[in-house]
């Protein structure tokens, strides 16, 4: 089986500030048959929306307006949710105890996509 195929029928959070970025990432995704992508631009939209629906899995954009998008990790965390991360600073632009989760370098392409999001759906 594919990579992207592990994917298919997937319900995937963006969390995303810039919403070009978003909506690329929601094309992709759609592409390789997703599901559902869920949109969130800021902290308090993604904490709301996980109060009622459960993805999974997410991409979170670690620098949301100059807020750092932990909260979200934490909450999908304790929900067991796989997420990965996407900055354009790398595994060093992480506070240290997220430097074990799955990052995706910003600007990615679909193949890199596909390989965090497999990454952090393997565990």
Sequence with gaps: MSEAAELQVLKILVVEDESIVSFLIEDTLMLLGCGE?????????????????????????????????????????????????????GRNGLAPEWRDRPVIQKPFDENTLVGGLTQALAG
């Design 37 to 89: 992508v869920w949109h969130a631009g800021a902290i308090a939209e993604a904490l709301t929306l996980l109060q009622d629906r459960k993805p999974d899995a997410a991409v979170l954009d670690v620098n949301l307006s100059g807020m750092p998008v932990y909260p979200v990790a934490e909450r999908l965390a304790a929900l067991g949710v796989p997420f990965v991360f996407a900055t354009g600073y």
